[in-house]
């Protein structure tokens, strides 16, 4: 095939959406953000609504988001997006809106924000990216930090009797009737990738409709904050963070999905599972 | 345009007045002496009268985002809430003025330190004209003496926060809120179309981009020198603000050798005090601030160069005394006379005040 036949327009297999700036991104290697980013501005453009969405950045790693979509953005204090996406929404009802978030800025300072929009069952999509970790302020313990994980905060590992348990804050909202659809994802491989990319894309769909809020977190990694090459940090989220965090649906519809209720229904047993980064 | 006088609290005005004028969304949470003005919202259902947006959140921390948010895309939002909860929006009022947005905040002062009282207070005047939240910014502060200024501050308090881009707080306290008077109304004025925002706000992130560059509002700038100059042009509007927009009310001061300088429902007390005195011969005026910041300077500095002694009221330790004295450059003396913690001082303690600053 010569150059020419290979920029023909029926000939293309692969560009980048427009919906992402040309600015380089901050995020480390090996991290998440840049894939769930990138997913997020390819469903805005599929979804023809690149004119018609707001987007509200957190305080964090993703602070900057705003600096790689092309759409209109407002930067939230730290963990008030909820709070923020849902007076755009109130105010602005006709306009696509959506809140990105990492676990220290939802899960801990935010706790009560992200409860009550869940709760109000405001009628907007809300991106939860659970690494476990503070990755910006240098790697501190977050709710979803793991027991037995170590991090700066934690450097003996994290001690739930002294530090508190990991919080799967997830299945919280799924049980709260505001939320319509509660989802976990990852984006760590292809095929993970591209389920991804389906979840989110219905978590926009379901704005038309008016039912609540659609919730997808992402599991990712923090390789940088777990002091693990790209590889290696995803290899170990597999083989630890997803026993904790498992992966799938948790609400869809409106309705828990199948085995949900069954799985929260164990959360009263003690957990067996204890996690080192440094002994890996 | 029609007028209706109606007899309503000071915080129902508020609430009265932010329907009328074309509000687009109120957020607020319960604290006394200031809940009239979500209970009010919730009464009249503006949403189906003018469109506007009425939401209990679930704190004052939320409510204040939701503001900074609404602003964010061009809406006239407001939230209000009484000195706890008032501190508690500090860092959102930061954030308003760092990303120069326009928004109206309404403290319905109550005694402090801590929970303090649920009793009417002025102490929250170094919070408010001085900062309270962090870096350089300055919140323009409106300080109403009346139920009818409750009313007719919203209105300009949104106008002068478009002016500007920047919050504007009206201090009231537990008086001028809980207390009933008549009120001139007017009819309900349109908001504004999201097409009129379009044309008039550029800097909003409204989601409607229509072939322009999309929109950000942020307060982060991670270089210095930016950062300095985004200090410099909001200190340049500061300037323009003290130059434009300091409002006052001289009352009796051309004949006075004395005058009362205080705001909001202290003023309300001095004016009667005022009387007493003249009564028996005593030439006392008033200097009535009511911009708190910008202060009056040159207009206190004017009237109060020109006596033998001032008298600054407050329902505090003494705070905006700080300012009277900067701007008559001490050069006058300036005694204090407060009452502080939720008491109310009466027209006869703040005469006897006079009296013996007099003699």
Avoid at chain 1, 81 to 89: L, M, Q
Avoid at chain 1, 113 to 125: F, L, P
Avoid at chain 2, 80 to 99: D, H, R, T, V
Avoid at chain 2, 123 to 131: I, R, V
Wanted: hydrophobic share 40%; glycine share 8%; proline share 5%.
């Amino acid at each position: 095939m010569t150059r020419e036949d290979i920029i023909k327009p029926e000939n293309l297999v692969y560009r980048r959406t427009p919906v992402l700036t040309d600015n380089v991104m901050h995020y480390c290697p090996g991290c998440g953000h840049g894939v769930v980013h990138r997913i997020i501005a390819e469903v805005i453009e599929e979804m023809g609504i690149q004119d018609n969405v707001v987007g509200i950045s957190p305080v964090g790693c993703s602070v900057l988001a705003y600096n790689y979509f092309d759409v209109d953005f407002v930067e939230a204090a730290h963990g008030r997006a909820p709070a923020c996406a849902s007076a755009i929404k109130r105010l602005r009802p006709d306009t696509y809106v959506f809140s990105y978030q990492g676990d220290g800025d939802l899960a801990s300072i935010g706790c009560a924000e992200v409860m009550h929009a869940c709760n109000r069952g405001e009628n907007i999509t809300m991106i939860f990216i659970n690494n476990g970790i503070y990755g910006m302020t240098g790697g501190q313990m977050a709710p979803t930090t793991l027991e037995g994980m170590e991090t700066v905060t934690c450097p003996y590992g994290r001690d739930p009797e002294l530090m508190g348990h990991t919080m799967r804050l997830t299945e919280v909202l799924a049980q709260l009737p505001g939320t319509y659809y509660v989802t976990r994802q990852a984006v760590y491989t292809p095929v993970l990738a591209r389920k991804c990319k389906k979840a989110i894309r219905q978590a926009f769909e379901n704005q038309k409709l008016h039912k609540g809020v659609s919730f997808v977190e992402i599991t990712s990694n923090c390789n940088s904050g777990w002091k693990m090459t790209p590889v290696q940090a995803n290899k170990w989220m597999e083989e630890n963070t997803l026993k904790y965090f498992p992966l799938g649906d948790m609400k869809v519809d409106g309705k828990f999905a199948p085995n949900f209720m069954e799985r929260v229904s164990t959360f009263d047993q003690p957990n067996e599972t204890r996690f080192s980064l440094r002994s890996k | 345009m029609a007028k209706e006088l109606k007899l309503m609290k000071g915080n129902q005005a508020i609430a009265e007045a932010a329907i009328r004028c074309g509000c687009d969304g109120y957020f607020g949470y319960p604290i006394t002496p200031q809940s009239e003005v979500l209970e009010h919202l919730m009464a009249e259902r503006p949403y189906l009268k003018t469109g506007m947006v009425v939401l209990q959140a679930e704190s004052e921390l939320a409510s204040i985002n939701m503001v900074y948010a609404g602003a964010s895309t061009g809406k006239r939002v407001m939230t209000s809430s009484s000195s706890p909860g008032f501190s508690l929006m500090q860092e959102g009022l930061s954030y308003i003025a760092g990303a120069e947005l326009p928004a109206l905040c309404v403290n319905v002062v109550r005694g402090g330190p801590g929970l303090g009282t649920i009793q009417p207070s002025q102490s929250d005047y170094f919070q408010t004209t001085k900062g309270g939240g962090h870096g350089d910014y300055r919140l323009i502060t409106l300080a109403p003496s009346s139920v009818q200024e409750m009313y007719d501050f919203v209105e300009l308090g949104f106008d002068l926060a478009f002016k500007y881009r920047n919050p504007v707080a009206i201090l009231s306290d537990g008086v001028i809120g809980q207390v009933m008077e008549k009120v001139m109304i007017d009819d309900y004025k349109p908001r504004w179309t999201n097409e009129y925002i379009e044309e008039h706000c550029p800097w909003a992130a409204t989601g409607h981009r229509a072939g322009k560059k999309s929109t950000i509002v942020t307060s982060l700038e991670l270089d210095s020198l930016k950062q300095e100059g985004v200090n410099k042009r909001i200190q340049e509007k500061y300037r323009k603000c003290e130059e434009e927009d300091a409002r006052y009310e001289a009352i009796q001061c051309d004949d006075a050798e004395f005058i009362f300088v205080a705001y909001g429902s202290a003023a309300r007390i001095c004016m009667k005090a005022v009387e007493l005195a003249r009564a028996e011969g005593i030439k006392v005026g008033l200097v009535r601030p009511i911009t708190l910041w910008p202060f009056p300077k040159k207009a206190v500095a004017e009237i109060g160069g020109r006596m033998k002694k001032i008298l600054c009221v407050e329902m505090s330790a003494g705070q905006m005394i700080e300012d009277v004295k900067l701007a008559v450059e001490c050069k006058v003396p300036v005694t204090h006379y407060g009452r502080f913690g939720g008491v109310i001082p009466t027209p006869v303690e703040i005469f006897d005040a006079l009296k013996n600053m007099i003699k």
